[in-house]
């Protein structure tokens, strides 16, 4: 069974840093591309950060580029979205997401996102 499993989430103070894996089980992390998504509360669901399967091409959102960094280690069979700075506003439930032909552009529009993990929460707060 195809799974993606997020952890890592937890309640931080402002301005402190959280790693998030994404592990995934039953299939080879090599040949997909992997997004990372999250939903404040009240908001919709918007794409944060992905990372290609083959070339390390990446997108982050205006939101959070030069604060979240995204990697991939594959013989972990893991992505991990490394988050710096945090701000109350980066509350939220984070899930990670991907597929084979996965990809995220502009303002976190994506396509080919087959398989979801159920996520991880995330609390900004002092």
């Known amino acids: 069974q195809l799974q993606l499993v997020e952890s890592g989430g937890g309640l931080v103070q402002p301005g402190g840093s959280l790693r998030l894996p994404c592990a995934a089980s039953?299939?080879?992390?090599?040949?997909?591309?992997i997004g990372w998504f999250r939903r404040a509360p009240g908001k919709e669901r918007e794409g944060v950060s992905w990372?290609?399967?083959?070339?390390?091409?990446?997108y982050y959102a205006d939101s959070v580029k030069g604060r979240f960094t995204i990697s991939r280690d594959n013989a972990k069979n893991t992505v991990y979205l490394q988050m710096n700075s945090l701000k109350p506003e980066d509350t939220g439930v984070y899930y990670c997401?991907?597929?084979?032909?996965?990809?995220?552009w502009g303002s976190g529009y994506h396509y080919g996102m087959d398989y979801w993990g159920k996520g991880t929460l995330v609390t900004v707060s002092s």
């Open positions: 039953g299939f080879t992390l090599d040949y997909y591309a």
């Open positions: 990372i290609s399967k083959s070339d390390g091409s990446t």
């Open positions: 997401a991907g597929g084979e032909v996965a990809t995220m």
